[in-house]
């Protein structure tokens, strides 16, 4: 086992009402549903980020290096989410199950949880875990107090989060108390799809 400390993106889609979703279906088809939406998920991803693990209902991305933009991460979050809603349409045509799972799949959501900070990598065999207060505190975030059903939220010292594009996307303020950690100012961006 090694370890090596480096800066890094946290990102990490999270799908919302999965533990509603997840113990209101039925097993097999909310397994097949869930691993295909996760599947989407990482494969529109474009922005170089690696995968440290699929966490049930999320993958933990990161990216070790310089912070980027808000507005890449914005625009891969709504290709993301594109993709995302694209694949539940998909599941809900192609199946005639009138099971749970099958049938409440329209129900689930997108968020996105963004972070740059000092992260431990962890070698353990093949496998690299991320480790640190960087990566608990944007686990913290995933339970928030954000009102939208889609969005991407964000500590307010993400670098350069005030020079953001305001004709593109609304920069919205918000404080989250979040578990062993405290008060931290946060801010989210509204996703909306374009029709």
């Known amino acids: 086992m090694t370890t090596s400390t480096s800066t890094s993106v946290i990102y990490i889609p999270d799908i919302s009402g999965f533990s509603k979703f997840v113990n209101d279906i039925e097993i097999l088809h909310g397994q097949e549903i869930t691993a295909e939406l996760l599947e989407e998920i990482i494969n529109a991803e474009e922005l170089g980020f690696e995968i440290s693990e699929i966490e049930g209902d999320a993958v933990l991305f990161y990216k070790i290096g310089d912070p980027i933009p808000i507005e890449e991460i914005y625009n891969q979050s709504l290709k993301i989410l594109q993709k995302f809603h694209k694949k539940k349409m998909e599941v809900q045509e192609?199946?005639?199950?009138?099971?749970?799972?099958c049938q409440s799949v329209n129900n689930l959501t997108?968020?996105?949880?963004?972070?740059?900070d000092n992260i431990e990598l962890i070698n353990v065999s093949r496998f690299k875990k991320l480790y640190?207060?960087?990566?608990?505190l944007a686990h913290r975030l995933m339970?928030?107090?954000v009102k939208e059903n889609e969005y991407i939220i964000f500590t307010k010292n993400y670098p350069n989060s005030d020079k953001t594009n305001k004709e593109i996307f609304e920069v919205c303020p918000i404080k989250q108390?979040?578990?062993?950690?405290?008060?931290?100012?946060?801010?989210?961006?509204?996703?909306n799809l374009p029709n």
Do not use: M, P, S, T
Not at 94 to 101: D, E, L, P, S
Not at 110 to 116: A, E, S
């Open 177 to 191: 108390n979040l578990e062993g950690i405290g008060d931290v100012d946060c801010q989210y961006i509204k996703l």
């Open 132 to 136: 640190g207060k960087g990566v608990i």
């Open 143 to 145: 339970k928030n107090d």
């Open 94 to 101: 192609k199946r005639i199950c009138q099971c749970n799972a």
């Open 110 to 116: 997108l968020k996105f949880i963004l972070h740059f």
